[in-house]
């Protein structure tokens, strides 16, 4: 897979890329208002994605940005109560949707402490079919993060969701972690009109030299699975991650 070098965005540390990344936020979140009169995150759990909700509930974009028009959604969840520690949702509550003025009724968070899993993907399915009222729901931006296996939202490698290509949420269960996961599918996010990747660390250096720049392999990767039919990608990178690319992508 060899990534366009206008996808890749390098920042020197993760405090330079989560101020870029909630910049970005703004500013598409400006344009699709402007354009469309709404604005549609998915949501991502992760420390980077963590450190641009923080950023955003900071000055400038707490007081300047339109809150109360967003839609706000998630990529994944875990399969624990909202106000479980481990809860995507909740960590999103706390560094972000407390702090600035949302409408609490344009939150829509993933049921994901419904014992039946399948049912709590179906559900979810369901809210985003009637909130988008359409078959296939069009979000404005998704949010990523990257494990260092690989794994992006829920799609972790090897695991039956990454063969998901009909449904638009799903439940998956997760061997290494020995539990389950709600996330969208590979195709429910390359539908998105915007895919904004954030990562951070040397730690994810070999792995995201292997997905941007190695052979396609999703089983493996899946990350390499996220490639928007008609939307745009964006990689947005601290250098450490980058430490292993070639000469054409590193920064
Ligand atoms: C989650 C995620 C997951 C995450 C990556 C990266 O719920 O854990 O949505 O896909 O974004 O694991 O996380 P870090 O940024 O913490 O490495």
Known sequence: MKLPKDNLEIYDNP?????AAASRFASLAEQSIAERGTFSVALSGGSTPKAMFSRLAQSP???SLPWSEIQFFWGDERCVAPDHPDS?????METLLSKVAVSPEKIFR???EDDDHHRAAERYATTLRQTFNSEAPQ???VFLGMGADGHTASLFPGTKALQATDQIVVANFVEKLNSWRI???AKTINDARNVLFLVAGEDKAATLRDVLEGQYQPEIYPSQLIQPADGSLLWMLDEAAT???SGDNAG
């Open 243 to 245: 430490g292993l690319l």
């Open 88 to 92: 995507n949702f909740r960590m999103t």
């Open 110 to 112: 993933i049921p994901a």
């Open 139 to 141: 979000f404005d931006l």
């Open 61 to 63: 974009f707490a007081a």
């Open 183 to 185: 996330t969208l599918t």
């Open 15 to 19: 405090q330079e890329l989560a101020w």
